[in-house]
């Protein structure tokens, strides 16, 4: 980098640059609800006082995949306050721009419209919070893009192999290659680097004369052996790295030993860890680019809240606590209260110099209790600092090491994992507790048909994503596919063959991770497709509900029976079917109005049901034609004995329901072990006939 002064002239780019803001994080909480908020505007405020030509941000400008209203509502307001005017944009784009913003209704950067007013543009990547999801991968940054208050750029859909396009800017005699890639999981990017899967595409003219940018959201520091992105892996034509997702300051350009290019990680504008990288004091940067040169000019944030932390070893002060002495904790909590007041009278010096700070400062005392001392209680001692620190619940942090002696290197200690201080950055990953607790758990309950990634990955779609449906249909998924593997191979419906079969089908798709991506890719689209149809059904069940309503009203079905048996007749139809496809749900509606009819449909239905909520060995025993026939049989006489008990008397509902309930128990327990499993109840539902059918409906 060089150290010469750039003046700002015409062919001297200013890019404001800043990462992980995390809009909207703590909203709720009374004391730090606004804290975002207030930072993003002094950003924009720093962006507007020096005329920058663009700000440039690295990804997590939302706390939470899916921002409330009035996160979105903030945001909009300071980015129309700041970014719209008449101050004229002085550089232009070279690079094809349907390429760069293909993912856009809009392909075009925003400046460029004719119906908007951009006098500052914003570039921004998507990061780890705020990334693209949902049956039409979308994210809050394709509102604001939508809205043209943002270009978001840096979009990947590809597991097998990325390309990225970089936005070619001119300003004078100076062009940047802009390059851009939102977060990705970093194991699945790691492996896509090793496979040279990842290309950065270069102009073809003049390749020398560009200043090259390149914006990451990805773990820089080392958690596990392929969960972060080495710098190694980047290409070495690169200029300058904007590293975003780590939230520690380190905004100084630092040269890479081994590629040349220089990396600068601007960190969070907002604390959202009590941990000691959060503690390093908040900035952003002011890059000025000329020609192949660059200065990057540190500014200071100074509406962040202060963050002081500091730690304690009891054991390093034997003259002050002894572990033996009765009142040792009373002596432990008078020492901690004398840190934490030394670190307010700090904070307060500090506040005095600074009146844009707010007032209450975030404070943290780990204590170190190993040795034999006692912690006393958190809560009555926070009580004390209720009105002096935005922090109270959080203030004092009691740990312990504990050294165990481990078995096996692939256990995982949790108890010193969660011992361990906070200094020591351990990150517990869902998806990686749950691929060690299946490897190292018994062989009775070990995985024998899933795989233990791509559980894994289900796991952390449902915790992190809420997708509620994740898990259940990557195993629908899953089974599916084994199941077809088998009917392939033609295998004898013997247990042992099959046991054989499923663990080497099992270890083919281990070995093959790109495969096992791709299922996991498609099961998490059917479970957020299958979330949407299920908005749909919920309004389409009650139309119709009312339909239905409407034809018995009109008296086109049977007259001598009444309408309220009618409507329980349904209702159980409609719960013997839960969880089938959509014919057997159209048999119960049928069933109303023609008796045989119904029943000639329904054992139709009912044959294929073996085949698809069954297990492996039932399935492929419903292959031969005399137990198929059989069970066909035995479906089809239970739902035509149940109608013809319905037509034959009408009589109440109460004791028809308990006759469906004798009848449809024998036919769950042999051929629907889900309905079970999912708590079906069939008293909880007899006060209401008219909820019912809507409700299982929805619930199907």
Not at 65 to 92: A, Q, W
Not at 448 to 462: C, H, I, K
Request: proline share 4%; charged share 30%.
């Amino acid at each position: 980098m060089s150290a010469v002064s750039l003046q700002d002239d015409e062919d001297t780019f200013k890019i404001l640059i800043a990462t992980d803001i995390h809009l909207g994080y703590l909203e709720k909480d009374a004391v730090r609800g606004n804290d975002t908020f207030v930072t993003f505007n002094e950003i924009l405020e720093h962006a507007q006082k020096n005329e920058v030509d663009f700000i440039l941000l690295g990804g997590d400008l939302f706390h939470e995949n899916k921002p409330s209203r009035k996160t979105i509502h903030t945001c909009l307001e300071s980015l129309r306050k700041y970014c719209m005017g008449d101050r004229p944009v002085s550089f232009e784009v070279l690079s094809d721009q349907a390429v760069n913003f293909q993912f856009s209704k809009f392909p075009w950067v925003n400046y460029q419209d004719e119906n908007l007013n951009i006098s500052m543009p914003i570039f921004s990547i998507h990061g780890n919070h705020d990334d693209p999801t949902g049956v039409d991968a979308l994210c809050a940054l394709d509102i604001l893009s939508c809205a043209g208050l943002l270009n978001h750029f840096g979009r990947s859909t590809s597991v097998e192999k990325i390309d990225i396009s970089p936005i070619l800017l001119r300003k004078g005699r100076t062009k940047i290659a802009l390059y851009g890639l939102g977060a990705i999981p970093d194991e699945r990017l790691y492996r896509m680097f090793v496979n040279k899967q990842v290309t950065m595409l270069r102009p073809k003219e003049d390749e020398d004369s560009w200043f090259n940018m390149f914006v990451i959201h990805q773990n820089r520091s080392k958690h596990g052996a392929t969960n972060y992105i080495p710098e190694q892996f980047l290409d070495d034509f690169i200029n300058l790295v904007v590293w975003g997702h780590e939230h520690e300051c380190k905004i100084t350009p630092a040269q890479n030993e081994q590629q040349h290019f220089y990396v600068t990680q601007p960190g969070s504008s907002v604390v959202t860890s009590l941990s000691p990288g959060e503690a390093v004091k908040k900035h952003i940067g002011l890059l000025r680019v000329k020609g192949k040169k660059m200065k990057m000019q540190r500014i200071a944030l100074e509406t962040v809240r202060t963050f002081y932390m500091e730690d304690v070893v009891l054991a390093d002060h034997p003259e002050l606590f002894n572990p033996d002495n009765p009142k040792v904790t009373q002596a432990i909590q008078a020492f901690c209260m004398e840190k934490v007041e030394m670190m307010l009278d700090n904070a307060e010096r500090e506040r005095l110099g600074n009146p844009r700070q707010p007032q209450k400062p975030l404070i943290r005392l780990r204590v170190d209790y190993t040795g034999g001392f006692e912690p006393f209680i958190v809560h009555r001692f926070s009580q004390k600092y209720m009105d002096r620190v935005a922090n109270p619940k959080d203030i004092i942090h009691f740990f312990r090491h504990r050294e165990q002696k481990e078995k096996n290197d692939n256990d995982i200690n949790f108890g010193k994992l969660l011992s361990r201080p906070a200094s020591e950055e351990v990150t517990l990953r869902v998806e990686d507790l749950v691929k060690q607790y299946f490897q190292t758990a018994e062989k009775k309950v070990q995985l024998s048909l899933l795989t233990e990634r791509g559980m894994g990955e289900a796991v952390q779609e449902f915790v992190d994503k809420e997708e509620k449906d994740a898990i259940e249909e990557l195993v629908k998924f899953q089974l599916e596919k084994t199941q077809r593997f088998l009917k392939e191979r033609h295998i004898d419906a013997e247990e042992e063959k099959i046991d054989e079969e499923v663990r080497k089908f099992r270890e083919s798709r281990r070995k093959n991770t790109e495969e096992e991506d791709e299922e996991v890719r498609e099961a998490m689209t059917r479970a957020r497709a299958h979330r949407s149809e299920g908005v749909v059904l919920d309004s389409a069940s009650s139309d119709e509900g009312l339909m239905d309503t409407g034809m018995k009203a009109s008296g086109d079905s049977d007259d001598d029976i009444p309408t309220t048996l009618s409507r329980g007749r349904g209702r159980g139809r409609a719960r013997g079917a839960r969880g089938q496809n959509s014919a057997a749900r159209g048999s119960s509606r049928r069933g109303r109005g023609n008796t045989s009819q119904g029943s000639s449909t329904s054992s139709r239905t009912y044959k294929s049901v073996p085949d698809k909520n069954l297990s492996i060995m039932d399935a492929f025993r419903s292959l031969k034609p005399e137990p198929s026939q059989s069970t066909s049989k035995f479906f089809s006489e239970d739902i035509i004995d149940d109608e013809m008990d319905l037509e034959e008397s009408p009589i109440s509902l109460s004791s028809k329901t308990n006759q469906r309930s004798s009848a449809m128990s024998s036919f769950s327990k042999r051929g629907s072990q889900s309905q079970m499993s999912r708590g079906v109840d069939f008293e909880s539902d007899e006060d209401d006939p008219f909820k019912n059918t809507a409700t299982s409906r929805r619930k199907k």
